[in-house]
């Protein structure tokens, strides 16, 4: 009988451990997928230290996530068609980031864009034009935001 339970307690301790990691497996494939959608939703272009705190926002948060994706590139082109206004800035940012292609390759159509996005900066909410985005974007200025800590 004694045997008999000690297999029974194998077999149980098994099909949790496999479980277990069906579970975490399933879960860090969820968390790329939020992360995408957090960005495709974007509220707003945030980077740096916002609000009173100075914390970051779940959209930069998310595009950090994403970068270190080994498809982001991929994740980041679907974003341009299909993320919002503020989604499709983190887009262009991630793939200047990520010296793709694809970044020159919109960068004109952005660049001379009318539409306007709203963005965040420290305490001051506004809106800027997607053309001075991308101009920031070009010239470096959120560099520095990305490579810095996170709080």
Not at 77 to 91: F, P, R, T, V
Request: charged share 20%.
């Amino acid at each position: 009988m004694r045997a008999f339970c000690q297999n029974r307690e194998v077999k149980f301790r098994s099909v949790l451990f496999c479980l277990t990691l069906v579970h975490i497996s399933a879960a860090s494939g969820l968390c790329s997928n939020d992360d995408w959608n957090t960005l495709k939703t974007a509220q707003w272009f945030a980077l740096g230290g916002i609000g009173a705190a100075g914390t970051m926002s779940k959209e930069e948060g998310a595009l950090r996530s994403l970068l270190h994706e080994p498809n982001a590139a991929s994740k980041l082109k679907l974003l341009l068609s299909e993320g919002n206004l503020a989604g499709q800035c983190y887009a262009l940012l991630g793939l200047y980031v990520l010296r793709d292609a694809a970044y020159q390759e919109n960068f004109a159509r952005y660049k001379s864009s009318d539409a306007r996005v709203k963005t965040v900066a420290g305490c001051m909410i506004s809106e800027q034009s997607i053309s001075s985005v991308v101009s920031n974007i070009q010239a470096g200025r959120y560099d520095g935001m990305l490579n810095a800590p996170i709080h």
